[in-house]
């Protein structure tokens, strides 16, 4: 569903992401993980259309985002970790005009399946301005799967949700994937991408540094065998993380 | 320096000193250098001639009035702080004071000195603008008087510091902190007393001056009795070093000014009240006031029914413009709405009264607000790229062309404008036939001369308004430095630069862009007129024109879809930055 070929991003003379290479299959979720700076919010960007690749090539459904960005960026969801939100429209308003711009003829019946999923019925009517944080976050979920997306693409998707809705948000990616979605999930938690994911992604100053299940990463380097994910994370990266 | 007060102090000066730095990294950028330069050379030939011309330019503020006007001023100063004055510390701290500061090892005393010296810096730039501005009329406005000021400014700073203390106390303590208080309150009391006093003494005297029509001897009736005089003494002293018409004699009452000065500053250092908590609500409040005054978007907005239903199926971008006409319905307060209304009626009323040919008010009508919301209600309304260039992320995950996006977001400021051109033009239109101004010459000239004028002007507006729009839409594309994107709002002298280059730049491509149209329907006009086609003329004239605009906002839109396409939204986050 996803296919990533040689993606290369450079900011004058800095490369934030170097001659990346990878695909997420339908009903797979791939979890990206890096520590700061690695470039992974640059690969999301790219990957949902916001920036365009100094080299490489990316592809969603069999599309080219070059060449035909928007449909495959109407196959797409990108659900950022900072919700970005239009200060004037309501909750509801948000869903049907998302609905609107990707062409989602049959989402009024999905609209208010989703404000039930997500515990915004009651907030329906509310602006952006009258919602906490997490709510906002879940608007911004909302949004994103507002007109069933083949491809989903998360960043950090936990980051200002309570328990609850951090146990419905993991049971939603779960079952979006098991419909067929390819999923591909950036987040510092170990424990989520542990949970979730079906493959690794781990990259280090831009570059791929291992891709597969864990076994498979664990497989090539027979020194992680036995550890728990946090140690073969910090081992890849080179990064000891030892307390101070 | 030891303590916690060289750590208050260290905080101070790397604060000061890294603010210093980045503004001079930003304004030594090449986006921001051509603003600063601009804004630097404005703000020269403002505030390098006075404005305040003075009779006797060698005494410049020195005048017989002047004193007395810095007098009241400064009663009026003191008065509205005591009977106006929040029920908050006078000193504001911000967030990060309060987080990092409150519950670290300092005492109040040691915060408080540290915020009266924070302030220095806005009240040293005030003495230097009054500086600036008095220079070239007032010769004599030379350091001395400068350090004058500077006694004045501090003192009512520290008298309003030592003021809300004075309330916060009372307010959190009752009784017993109105009487920790005792003493200011009771020469604040005393003071108000003796004034009144004073008044009921000359009471004749101002009775016979207001019987005579002369403010100015009220003024002096009140201001000569002894109880005025030491109610006004330390107002005067004060003021002796500012008015002061010699060297000699500044340097002869600053003594006294800086007692006052220094009076004003124990006070405050002993009364710093428990203000702790009315700190952290101040800071609430300001942030709220800051977040409102930086922007309408932070206005609290209320969810008003959109003009009309978005239905799920349909273009995308039927769904950009009917996004950004919401936004503006939302945007636009009632209370502005009813303004825009009456003035409106008022003007077009005005116009109609004072034209008395169908031609003047024609002319009278699209010389006033229909063109100025031509030319500049791009800037006004903002139901566009100008205010989405913060959403750049989000709208370029949507499955929409780029070209197709950027005419959307045109489209909208498009529809509000014209939309408010064409009431206009029908508030007057209403208001021409049924007003009594030479009612039986109104149809037949209106007919003959003006209809055909009004008809081309309908049709033309959209796109001389489109024009402007879309130019407006490119500069936040292209410079989304120079502009105010959404809510955001940029201080400073590059930022003056900046709006004087975006709004005169913008005015220029404007113009350009409208030559070739014009001069081909100025050309058609020629031409149909050779056929005597009369004032009729105008209209094709205005329907060739509109095509050929609507042409070039096409291939505007095409070019400024490729130019969005293509911008690192890192370009917006250092506008914003």
């Known amino acids: 569903m996803i296919a990533v070929r040689g993606l290369t991003k450079r900011y004058g003379e800095f490369t934030a992401v170097r001659d990346l290479s990878f695909g997420v299959e339908p009903g797979e979720v791939l979890g990206l993980v890096g520590p700061n700076g690695a470039g992974k919010t640059t690969t999301l960007r790219a990957l949902s259309g916001i920036i365009t690749p100094s080299a490489g090539s990316i592809a969603v459904g069999g599309f080219d985002m070059a060449r035909e960005p928007e449909r495959a960026k109407s196959l797409l969801a990108f659900i950022p970790d900072e919700p970005q939100l239009f200060d004037y429209l309501t909750v509801e308003e948000h869903l049907q005009f998302t609905a609107r711009l990707y062409g989602a003829a049959d989402a009024a019946g999905r609209i208010p399946a989703l404000l039930g999923e997500l515990e915004l019925n009651d907030k329906r009517s509310a602006l952006p301005s009258e919602l906490s944080r997490g709510m906002k976050q879940k608007l911004a979920i909302a949004c994103g799967l507002v007109h069933a997306p083949s491809a989903l693409i998360l960043d950090e998707p936990l980051t200002g949700l309570d328990p609850a809705g951090i146990r419905r948000m993991k049971g939603t990616i779960a079952s979006r994937a098991k419909s067929g979605v390819a999923v591909l999930l950036s987040s510092h938690l170990l424990h989520l991408v542990e949970e979730l994911c079906t493959r690794l992604l781990v990259i280090q100053q831009g570059r791929m540094v291992a891709i597969g299940t864990i076994a498979e990463i664990v497989a090539g380097r027979p020194q992680l065998a036995g550890q728990g994910l946090e140690d073969i994370f910090l081992a890849l990266t080179g990064d000891g993380g030892a307390p101070a | ?577």
Request: net charge positive; hydrophobic share 55%.
């Open chain 2, 1 to 577: 320096m030891k303590g916690p007060g060289g750590a208050l102090a260290y905080l101070l000066a790397r604060s000061t000193i890294n603010r210093a730095r980045a503004w001079v990294r930003r304004i030594t950028t090449p986006r921001y250098a051509a603003a600063f330069l601009v804004g630097a050379g404005y703000l020269y030939v403002m505030l390098g001639r006075s404005r305040f011309p003075t009779s006797t330019p060698t005494t410049g503020i020195g005048d017989d009035f002047v004193p007395l006007f810095y007098e009241m001023a400064v009663v009026l100063a003191v008065v509205l702080t005591w009977v106006f004055g929040a029920v908050e510390p006078g000193i504001y701290f911000t967030p990060a004071d309060i987080q990092m500061l409150f519950p670290a090892p300092v005492s109040r005393r040691a915060l408080v000195r540290y915020k009266l010296v924070q302030a220095q810096l806005p009240i040293l730039f005030t003495v230097f603008v009054w500086r600036m501005i008095f220079r070239s009329t007032s010769p004599s406005f030379a350091p001395g008087r400068a350090s004058a000021l500077w006694v004045v400014v501090t003192t009512l700073y520290l008298h309003r510091v030592g003021a809300s203390f004075v309330k916060v106390s009372a307010a959190q303590r009752g009784l017993s902190g109105l009487r920790r208080n005792a003493i200011p309150i009771a020469v604040v009391l005393l003071a108000f007393a003796t004034f009144i006093w004073g008044i009921v003494d000359a009471f004749p005297a101002i009775q016979a001056a207001f019987d005579r029509n002369s403010p100015q001897g009220v003024l002096s009736a009140i201001r000569s009795t002894p109880q005025a005089r030491i109610v006004l003494w330390p107002f005067d002293t004060l003021l002796a070093p500012l008015t002061a018409h010699s060297t000699a004699e500044r340097f002869r009452t600053m003594g006294w000014a800086l007692l006052i000065l220094a009076g004003c500053y124990a006070w405050v250092m002993r009364s710093a009240v428990g203000f702790e908590e009315a700190a952290m609500q101040s800071a609430e409040r300001m942030a709220a006031r800051i977040a409102r005054v930086r922007g309408r978007a932070t206005v609290p907005l209320r969810a008003w029914r959109p003009l009309f239903r978005l239905s799920p199926s349909g273009r995308p971008f039927g769904a950009i413009v009917w996004k950004n006409l919401t936004a503006f319905q939302r945007l636009a307060s009632p209370r502005r709405t009813i303004f825009f209304a009456v003035f409106t009626v008022l003007l077009a009323t005005a116009w109609m009264r004072a034209s008395t040919t169908a031609a003047s008010m024609i002319t009278g009508i699209a010389g006033g607000g229909i063109f100025w919301l031509a030319f500049f209600g791009a800037i006004a309304v903002r139901a566009d790229l100008q205010q989405d260039m913060l959403k750049l992320q989000l709208l370029r995950t949507y499955p929409i062309r780029s070209a197709t996006l950027v005419a959307a977001e045109i489209g909208g400021s498009l529809i509000v404008i014209s939309a408010v051109q064409w009431f206009l033009i029908l508030c007057a239109l209403l208001g021409f036939l049924f007003m009594p101004v030479q009612p039986r010459t109104v149809p037949s000239a209106l007919i003959a001369g003006a209809l055909p004028k009004l008809v081309a002007i309908v049709i033309a507006l959209p796109a001389i308004t489109g024009l402007r729009v879309a130019v407006a839409n490119a500069w936040a594309v292209l410079f989304p430095s120079w502009v105010q994107l959404g809510p955001t709002k940029t201080a400073g002298i590059e930022a003056i630069g900046a709006n004087m280059l975006t709004v005169f730049g913008s005015l220029l491509v404007h113009v350009l862009l409208m030559v070739v149209p014009a001069a081909i329907g100025y050309g058609l006009i020629l031409a149909l007129n050779t056929l005597s086609r009369g004032a009729w003329a105008y209209v094709p004239a205005a329907i060739v024109f509109s095509a050929i605009s609507t042409v070039e906002l096409w291939l505007i839109a095409k070019w400024l879809g490729n130019v969005f396409s293509r911008t690192d939204p890192s370009a917006v986050d250092a506008a914003l930055s």
